[in-house]
């Protein structure tokens, strides 16, 4: 079955830095898109950024020149790069592959930001 595993949460202080990573478990066929979302508590889930299939990549506005997305390994494990974190970008980050046949997510890593 495939599954997509999030990794790189935790706690860090603001002005920090932090890693996402997502891989995906089991053999598939490369994902239209990636990306990544995010769920602070009490909000809805909002999206943070993506990278299609050929490389474009999209940003919030929020995080814009903050946060970097990129894929690697046959375009199946997507990273996001998270530089200057703020408190507001506490939260639970997913990430999300899109493929012709649905879209899949990953379980969440916790994300805090705090001194």
């Known amino acids: 079955q495939l599954q997509f595993v999030e990794s790189g949460g935790g706690l860090v202080q603001p002005g920090g830095s932090l890693r996402l990573s997502c891989a995906a478990s089991?053999?598939?066929?490369?994902?239209?898109?990636m990306g990544w979302y995010r769920q602070q508590s009490g909000k809805q889930r909002e999206w943070v950024a993506t990278?299609?299939?050929?490389?474009?990549?999209n940003y919030a506005d929020a995080v814009k020149g903050r946060f970097t997305i990129s894929t690697y390994n046959s375009k199946i494990t997507v990273s996001l790069q998270m530089n200057s974190l703020k408190p507001e970008d506490t939260a639970v980050y997913y990430c999300?592959?899109?493929?012709?046949?649905?879209?899949?997510w990953g379980q969440g890593t916790q994300v805090t930001v705090s001194s």
């Open positions: 999300k592959a899109d493929f012709d046949f649905g879209s899949r």
């Open positions: 089991g053999s598939i066929s490369s994902p239209l898109t």
């Open positions: 990278v299609t299939s050929g490389g474009t990549t």
